[in-house]
């Protein structure tokens, strides 16, 4: 492919694929010549995070979410994606501080209230575990994982 002004989001979804995949280093310059395109698509740094988390590369994942919200500030999945990375670093503070800014931002957000009783059992505070749990099959029945989470506590 060519670099063409016009075919950032050719880029992108290409690197979804790649992605989906599991051909993360293909996956990675996809991102990037979209990102090279235009140098304010966050949407293309989230999906570059998410395949630096993919790969367990976590600093320069922490880093392409952190570019997502330079960008766009309002871009609650980055936080979201951001918090699991956080996560990862045992930055737990941090993280749940991502979070409740991704839930802030969009309050129906289940997958964030989801992952913000993960970091909150690194708190060991079982009510805040239990109340995010809840939250996320409150906002989406369907959403299994959540109900797994619940389901290790105890709690459903």
Known sequence: MRLTP?????????GNILQLKKEYLEAIEMYQLATEIDPDYAEAYNNLG????????????????????????DYA??????????????????????????????????AAH????????????LDQVIAAYRRAVDLNPDYLAAYGSLGTRGSY
Do not use: C, M
Request: hydrophobic content about 35%; glycine content about 6%.
């Open 6 to 14: 016009g075919h950032k989001r050719a880029y992108n979804n290409l």
């Open 50 to 73: 998410n395949v630096y988390r993919s790969e367990d590369q976590l600093e320069q994942a922490a880093n392409s979410y952190q570019d997502a919200i330079r960008i766009r500030p």
């Open 77 to 110: 999945e980055a936080y979201s994606n951001l918090g699991l990375t956080l996560i990862g670093q045992k930055r737990i503070d941090d993280a749940i501080t991502a979070y409740q800014r991704a839930i802030s931002l969009s309050p129906s957000f289940a």
């Open 114 to 125: 989801n992952n913000l009783g993960l970091a909150f059992e690194e708190t060991v505070d």
